[in-house]
Nanobody
Framework: EVQLVESGGGLVRPGESLRLSCVVS????????MRWVRQAPGKGLEWVSAINGGGDRVSHVDSVKGRFTISRDNAKNTLYLQMNSLKPEDTALYYC???????????WGQGTQVTVST
């Protein structure tokens, strides 16, 4: 059974940092690209960051470039998102998702809430 379990969210003030983790099981982690996707209150899903299976190619949406870093540890079956200089507009439910390269993400975690507020 494929499982993705996120953790690390919380309530922080603007300018602070958080590191999200996503532990996966049930498939060969290193064989798949992975994504972080977020959904802000009242808004649709937004792709945030992506990483290939080997971890040597990454990309980020423009709004988080220079602040967020995606990484992975294939030995630990874990995906990370380091978020620095957080802004109120980063407030959202953050999901990790498996990207099989078909244009659709086929497995998702349950999400972890990030709230940035004074």
């Amino acid at each position: 059974e494929v499982q993705l379990v996120e953790s690390g969210g919380g309530l922080v003030r603007p300018g602070e940092s958080l590191r999200l983790s996503c532990v996966v099981s049930g498939f060969t982690f290193s064989s798949y690209s992975m994504r972080w996707v977020r959904q802000a209150p009242g808004k649709g899903l937004e792709w945030v960051s992506a990483i290939n299976g080997g971890g040597d190619r990454v990309s980020h949406v423009d709004s988080v470039k220079g602040r967020f870093t995606i990484s992975r540890d294939n030995a630990k079956n874990t995906l990370y998102l380091q978020m620095n200089s957080l802004k109120p507009e980063d407030t959202a439910l953050y999901y990790c998702a498996r990207d099989p390269g078909t244009g659709l993400y086929d497995y998702w975690g349950q999400g972890t809430q990030v709230t940035v507020s004074t």
